[in-house]
């Protein structure tokens, strides 16, 4: 019976390890308004003489002063504009601006994960994880949590090679952000945010120390064997214009499992299990 459970806790470790591809949430940042001052110079002449000269002087500071309101009128203007671009630079900026301006104001959202596929391999143990599907998608289903943070909103910037193509539009009020991320092949060491995918949604932070989260459960071989492969990864996310900030979206993608050897410990006993497959989808929605 113990082998039985180390083996279902193999296959499960996805799932343990996922719930860590979510981020701290930080402390909103309050930032002093700043007050605008405005220093009124009064010049009178009494002399009919120097009459030309004020209205010129006049004229100047009229226009100085209309100069200075409309940098400002732009300068807000800008602030707030919307974006309407396939573009994968311009759209994959205007995407990393909104996820830093968000830190901190995330909406509430929710992850799930849902086994998308099990094969146990070959052999009776192959055939043991099989009969467990359920076991597993239970597992899965355990760390499907809410969320406080926008999907990798700790990690580097989303790189314009990252993505295969990119949209980006506008009704006047919000933009619409839509890009599909290049696939990803990960081993055993690689961070939750290296590679394309880990930048725009996050993946594994590394599966030796997701098996360190198996209690009782160790792997004395073939950690090493373990591949992983994220593809179909999506990015939507809904940005208001007047704030810059990410107010809806969802980040998803697929992680192919696939372990060609491994043998596992759990006290006395031992299970090896070869040509394992499975797969997961994990989807963030806010």
């Keep these: 019976m113990k082998k039985i459970l180390a083996v279902i806790l193999a296959l499960t470790f996805v799932a343990v390890c996922f719930a860590g591809c979510g981020g701290k949430t930080e402390e909103p940042t309050t930032e002093a308004p700043t007050e605008a001052t405005t220093e009124e110079i009064v010049t009178e002449e009494a002399t009919s003489e120097d009459a030309s000269a004020e209205d010129v002087t006049a004229e100047s500071t009229t226009g100085e002063v209309t100069s200075e309101e409309e940098t400002k009128e732009e300068e807000t203007t800008e602030a707030a504009k919307g974006l309407n671009s396939t573009d994968a630079e311009e759209v994959v900026a205007y995407y990393n601006a909104a996820r830093k301006a968000t830190e901190g104001h995330a909406p509430a959202g929710q992850q799930t994960m849902k086994l998308a596929a099990l094969d146990g391999g070959s052999g009776l143990v192959g055939n043991i994880v099989s009969a467990f599907e359920g076991i597993a998608k239970s597992a899965l289903e355990k760390n499907s949590t809410s969320t406080d943070y926008i999907p990798a909103h700790d990690h580097g910037d989303v790189k314009a090679s990252d993505v295969k193509n990119a949209k980006a539009t506008s009704d006047g009020k ?70 810059g900030r990410i107010v809806g979206g969802t980040w998803q993608y697929r992680v192919d499992i696939n372990v060609s050897s491994i043998t596992l410990k759990i006290g006395i006993l031992s299970a090896t299990l070869k040509n394992v497959y499975g797969a997961v989808d994990y989807k963030v929605v806010i």
């Design 174 to 243: 919000y933009t619409t952000i839509t890009f599909d991320v290049v696939d990803q092949s990960a081993s055993a060491s690689t961070k939750g945010g290296d590679g394309s995918v880990g930048r725009a949604i996050g993946v594994l932070d590394g599966i030796d120390s997701a098996l360190k989260e198996l209690s009782g459960v160790t792997v004395s071989d073939g950690i090493q064997n373990i591949k992983l492969t994220y593809k179909n990864a999506k990015v939507t996310a809904k940005i208001d214009e007047s704030t």
